[in-house]
């Protein structure tokens, strides 16, 4: 009998073993397809079966699964993390060729372009912040001055905050459509640009699964004028009619967008007017967020994902009710990472869950004021929001780290 395989496409740093080791626990041989597979050590060190191809290129990733299926049971084909949004859109296409359970393409397709999304979520009267679609730097100065101050300036495409910023006047306007525009920025197409109202307020992220919203989460920033996360906590404090409000401002993202099968996250902030949309995610939400909340619901949502991609039934009842805050470690300069101290006695703290730094000491910073500014996490989680804080400061309290200025060596 052929052995039940999951395609996995492409890899992700810190939710990529969670990934494999949840196959691993369903009786499924994980195997993943990426086009460099050396970047993902994780692979190396489980002794997962991975394959080299483009999973830029459809037709290769058809060729390589249809080679596949005469070795293996095929029973699912998975896609995750947030960094390449158009790679959900090919793994939609992939389930669909090979007749397995997965998301609709075009709705998948849809959600990926921020413009074209906004378009669907306006009509259907879910409330988005004023926006604008540019092309140059003539369409991005006139958007803005019909918007007012301050506007944000991103791509339509994209994810992980790259690319994006906060411009409070005319000369910071400039200065990223340059950036934009001049080249530095890696687009996959002719340049597409939001510039949108700046929704003032708390920032929250839903996490849904199908139809239903499994948790919401609150989190906080870095410095602007960039959105470099530096704290993520479920559950969210919220009122009653706060979370009904988020909750039924979700369900009709779901609705407008037809995104009824599947994983999802929104991201929104609560204004003036409730809740906001800022952009809505067909897919898991990656760094910390699984982790996050298991350990504040008792939901394994990437077991569940895996689920539902093999044609079983989800479970998303919460088992417990508990805090869970991760913080992010970013650097303040450029420089060079200096050794790092304190770890194992953070880690050895009672509630702290996770000490994780993504880079080396040694490696060079530079920052781009998106989420790749985030060198490392630390995770606490208590029955009590008050209790799980100081267990999360007790332990950074411990680590020592900093960032050796180049000027400085």
């Not at 699912?76 to 090919?90: A, M, S």
Request: some cysteine.
């Amino acid at each position: 009998m052929p052995r039940r395989a999951l395609i996995i496409v492409g890899g992700h740093r810190t939710n990529g073993l969670l990934y494999v080791q949840a196959a691993r626990r369903l009786g499924l041989h994980p195997i993943a397809l990426a086009s460099d597979p050396t970047q993902y050590d994780y692979l190396a060190a489980e002794s997962i079966e991975a394959i080299r191809v483009d999973t830029n290129n459809l037709n290769a990733l058809m060729d390589v699964c249809s080679r596949l299926r005469a070795t293996y049971d095929i029973c699912g084909i998975i896609g995750f993390g947030g960094l390449y949004e158009w790679r959900h859109v090919t793994v939609a296409k992939l389930c669909r060729h090979f007749a397995l359970p997965g998301a609709n393409p075009v709705s998948i397709e849809r959600c990926s372009d921020k413009y074209t999304q906004r378009q669907f979520l306006a009509q259907a009267g879910v409330p988005v912040p004023a926006y604008r679609l540019a092309a140059n730097a003539m369409e991005i100065e006139s958007s803005a001055a019909k918007l007012g101050w301050p506007v944000i300036l991103k791509p339509s495409e994209g994810s992980g905050s790259s690319g994006v910023r906060l411009c409070r006047d005319a000369n910071e306007l400039a200065e990223h459509t340059t950036y934009l525009l001049g080249g530095k920025y890696p687009w996959r197409s002719s340049p597409k640009i939001l510039v949108e109202e700046f929704a003032q307020g708390s920032f929250y992220d839903v996490v849904t699964m199908g139809n239903s919203v499994v948790a919401i989460g609150a989190a906080d920033f870095d410095r602007p004028p960039h959105f470099v996360p530096c704290q993520s906590m479920f559950p969210a404090p919220l009122t009653e009619e706060e979370h009904k409000r988020i909750v039924d401002v979700s369900l009709s993202c779901l609705r407008a967008l037809n995104l009824g099968w599947g994983p999802a996250n929104i991201e929104l902030r609560w204004t003036e007017r409730g809740p906001v949309v800022i952009e809505v995610n067909a897919r898991l939400p990656g760094w910390t967020t699984p982790r996050l909340v298991q350990l504040a619901y008792g939901v394994d949502i990437i077991n569940e994902h895996i689920n539902l991609v093999i044609g079983n039934a989800c479970d998303l009842r919460t088992r417990h009710s508990h805090v869970a805050i991760a913080r992010f470690l970013v650097p303040d300069r450029n420089g060079i990472l200096a050794p790092i101290d304190g770890i194992s006695r953070a880690a050895a703290v009672p509630g702290v869950e996770e000490v994780r730094f993504y880079v080396e000491p040694g490696t060079p910073i530079i920052r781009k004021g998106d989420h790749l500014d985030m060198i490392g996490h630390v995770i606490a989680a208590s029955p009590e929001r008050t209790r799980a804080e100081a267990i999360l400061h007790s332990a950074i309290d411990l680590i020592g780290w900093s960032i050796i200025q180049l000027d400085a060596m």
